[in-house]
């Protein structure tokens, strides 16, 4: 299994951006899905995550109503829509996958690479 994330930037407060990441490797597309991030000096936390099986989604409270997680099974991608961003989003974002639906840094098996993600004006 393969992750494979892109999309990051330097983003002005307010901006936006838009993560992708692509998973290959799967013999099925019921996996669940996740984005986390790492701010320096920081523990890796949970961002958002999706079900592999219903779509049903998780975010925590800090981004909810500027996040939005959503997958497109055609294409084995998984997306961070990041709106209203905000300079304490600064981060490396990863996005990994489990069988599971989970927002447990554990309970995740396969990683992507990471994109960093940097909001200041």
């Known amino acids: 299994v393969q992750l494979q994330a892109s999309g990051g930037g330097l983003v002005e407060p307010g901006g936006s951006l838009r993560l992708s990441c692509a998973v290959s490797?799967?013999?099925?597309?019921?996996?669940?899905a996740g984005w986390f991030r790492q701010a320096p000096g920081k523990k890796r936390e949970a961002v958002s995550c999706?079900?592999?099986?219903?779509?049903?989604?998780y975010s925590i409270d800090s981004v909810k109503g500027r996040f939005t997680i959503s997958r497109d099974n055609a294409k084995n991608t998984v997306y961070l829509q990041m709106t209203s961003l905000k300079p304490e989003d600064t981060a490396v974002y990863y996005c990994?996958?489990?069988?599971?639906?989970?927002?447990?840094?554990?309970?995740?098996?396969?990683w992507g690479q990471g994109t960093q993600v940097t909001v200041s004006s």
């Open positions: 490797g799967f013999t099925s597309t019921d996996y669940g």
């Open positions: 990994g996958a489990t069988v599971k639906f989970s927002s447990w840094l554990s309970d995740y098996d396969y």
């Open positions: 999706i079900s592999g099986t219903d779509g049903s989604t």
